[in-house]
């Protein structure tokens, strides 16, 4: 189930990029769209059981990284993929939300 959820986020992404229109979010949003939506389908596989980590490698994967080389891999807004900080972001604001 969780392969067929990162399948699903990899093909969004790819759909993501070739679609470059004025409608389409900026680049930033669809990448915390994509792993916001990774994170919740770890978490959504997992219920109710409280999972004690993300898989980080996974999400990393999906987005296009090489393995241990987060800091220095750069995603398609210009951003690295360093996850300490992007995760204590992105797990900051969903927890705000009540996730």
Request: hydrophobic share 45%; net charge positive; with cysteine.
């Given at each position: 189930?969780?392969?067929?959820?990162?399948?699903?986020?990899?093909?969004?992404?790819?759909?993501?990029?070739?679609?470059?229109?004025?409608?389409?979010?900026?680049?930033?949003?669809?990448?915390?769209?994509?792993?916001?939506?990774?994170i919740f389908a770890q978490l959504y596989e997992a219920f109710p059981v409280l999972l004690p980590l993300i898989d980080r490698d996974a999400i990393a994967?999906?987005?296009?990284?090489?393995?241990?080389?987060?800091?220095?891999?750069?995603?398609?807004?210009?951003?690295?993929?360093?996850?300490?900080?992007?995760?204590?972001?992105?797990?900051?604001?969903?927890?705000?939300?009540?996730?």
């Amino acid at each position: 189930m969780m392969e067929a959820a990162f399948t699903k986020a990899t093909q969004r992404r790819k759909f993501i990029s070739m679609t470059d229109s004025s409608s389409s979010p900026p680049a930033n949003i669809a990448e915390f769209n994509l792993i916001v939506g990774l994170i919740f389908a770890q978490l959504y596989e997992a219920f109710p059981v409280l999972l004690p980590l993300i898989d980080r490698d996974a999400i990393a994967k999906v987005m296009g990284v090489e393995p241990g080389m987060w800091a220095a891999h750069k995603l398609p807004s210009g951003r690295s993929f360093n996850w300490r900080t992007q995760f204590r972001g992105w797990s900051r604001k969903l927890h705000r939300c009540g996730w």
